[in-house]
């Protein structure tokens, strides 16, 4: 269940000057490096907490959607993301969910 607090966190792969993030697959990478720090530290990664980290692709442009649930789980992974999304001038962007539309 959703609450009030939920949001979405989009990291997108390009820099605020619209140039293209490489690799290619940066995202995937990202997401499974930090699949294998919530495994070192909580000692498994199960389905539903992939679920709070997935890469997307949107008009061509690869990104990382974050749920702001992750924070809960593993603030020092969540951090984590930010900075490099931070360190490496990637844009970010947030949605607040709409829980009426979730729930229809």
Do not use: C, Q
Request: no cysteine.
């Amino acid at each position: 269940m959703f609450d009030s607090g939920h949001t979405i966190h989009l990291i997108h792969g390009i820099d605020h000057d619209g140039k293209a993030f490489r690799p290619g697959d940066w995202a995937e990478r990202l997401r499974d490096a930090v699949a294998a720090f919530h495994r070192e530290h909580r000692g498994s990664v199960d389905m539903g907490y992939l679920a709070y980290i997935s890469p997307f692709v949107e008009k061509d442009v690869k990104g990382l959607r974050i749920d702001s649930r992750l924070r809960d789980l593993t603030p020092v992974a969540y951090e984590f993301l930010f900075n490099f999304a931070k360190e490496n001038g990637l844009l970010v962007t947030t949605k607040s969910l709409d829980i009426a539309a979730i729930a229809n």
